[in-house]
């Protein structure tokens, strides 16, 4: 299993950045592809964006490109999501999430199975 912890999150004007980690427990990150989901109110969780383990393979959902950045670094098992030019549809609950399959390289929603417990992203108008 890997125990993940997510935080940055905020308080926002839009047109703003946030920076949002999450710290990875176990000997396993380098072997796996983790990806960021957020949820805003009423709506279902949506896959924002995903890196494979050597981060060979990025994946954005199209309502986040060019504008969020997704990055990590196996050396201290940590996940990056770089966000810029905020807008207030970006307000969400944000999930950092891992395939618990070492070395598959699809970016599937469905192939997240392990989560954090979530940080709060505001964006204001």
């Known amino acids: 299993q890997v125990q993940l912890v997510e935080s940055g999150g905020g308080l926002v004007q839009a047109g703003g950045s946030l920076r949002l980690s999450c710290a990875a427990s176990?000997?396993?990150?380098?072997?796996?592809?983790m990806a960021w989901f957020r949820q805003a109110t009423g709506k279902e969780r949506e896959l924002v964006a995903g890196?494979?383990?050597?981060?060979?393979?990025?994946y954005y959902a199209d309502s986040v490109k060019d504008r969020f950045i997704i990055s990590r670094d196996n050396a201290k098992n940590t996940l990056y999501l770089q966000m810029n030019s905020l807008k207030p549809e970006d307000t969400a609950v944000y999930y950092c999430?891992?395939?618990?399959?070492?070395?598959?390289?699809?970016?599937?929603?469905?192939?997240?199975?392990?989560w954090g417990q979530g940080t709060q992203v505001t964006v204001s108008s």
């Open positions: 176990g000997r396993t990150f380098s072997m796996i592809s």
């Open positions: 999430a891992a395939d618990l399959v070492p070395y598959r390289t699809t970016l599937t929603p469905r192939n997240f199975q392990s």
């Open positions: 890196v494979t383990r050597n981060s060979g393979s990025r």
